[in-house]
């Protein structure tokens, strides 16, 4: 009997880790740029385990969909630079990353699926915001223009 308990416990903790990082919070984020403002329904990676899980793994990533990850780094310490890579992510992606002030400071722009190639914020980022690749380019969003969120 107790290895049936033992066993079932053990079971019940191997989820994957898409479920143990999966995000519980979402953010409605506007990026306004000189083509307008742009809304996108992203899901909020605001903890470690969330943001180490990113987007692996997704392949049905909305065209105004995304993820956000706020603040960044989730273990705090104020903005630094930040090193991100596709390794296990099968879309490509935009990743926007995102000044204290809240001035997107650069765009990696259709990032290369399944690469281990580092993907820098070249300066201090407070925030990183990642689309659907090639959507920034699509919609106009360019390095300068503003992002400003809110959590829901």
Known sequence: M???????????????ANEAAAPK????VTVASAAGARVFEVDLADTVPEQAQGLKFRTDIAPDGGM???PYPAEGGGPRAANFWMKDTPSP????????????ARIAENTVPFSEA????EEPVAAVLEIRGGRAGELGIAEGDRVRWTVH
């Open 2 to 16: 107790r290895w049936l308990i033992a066993s079932a416990l053990l079971l019940a903790g191997c989820g994957g």
């Open 25 to 28: 919070s979402e953010a409605t």
């Open 68 to 70: 956000l990850f706020a």
């Open 93 to 104: 992606l935009d990743i926007l990353f995102i000044r204290a002030d809240g001035t997107i």
């Open 118 to 121: 580092p993907v820098p914020s």
